[in-house]
């Protein structure tokens, strides 16, 4: 079963002047780290999301056993509530890294 971290993910994402650009750059930074992970191996650095509506809650994992996650306040900063972070299991965080990697990987631009 996961757990919450404390914290949220670190850096500015507050709605502060050029809000949009700057999350985008945090953001993509994140996806960047996410894309290197193996959940073969670790999901450390992998993203997580959770579709609501007309957005998702979005989650960092920082650690593997146990499984803990890390909301990343971008967008509306949505959070899912706690039961659904505590059910989840690492099985289905794999699960869900593989999927988006499988997308990733069907809608990659071509060379």
């Known amino acids: 079963m996961a757990q919450l971290a404390k914290k949220a993910c670190p850096g500015d994402w507050s709605f502060d002047g050029d809000w949009d650009k700057r999350h ?15 959940p073969d191996v670790s ?20 650690k593997d056993k146990p499984l803990i996650l890390q909301h990343v306040p971008v967008h509306d900063a949505w959070e899912v509530p706690y039961p659904q972070i505590r059910g989840l ?13 499988e997308l990733n990987k069907l809608f990659a631009p071509k060379a």
């Open 24 to 38: 985008s750059e945090q953001y993509k930074k994140l996806e960047e780290a996410a894309a290197r992970v193996d």
């Open 89 to 101: 299991r690492r099985a289905d965080a794999v699960a869900m890294v593989k999927a988006v990697n």
């Open 43 to 62: 999901l450390v650095d992998a993203l997580v999301s959770f579709p609501w509506a007309d957005g998702s809650a979005i989650y960092r994992i920082t």
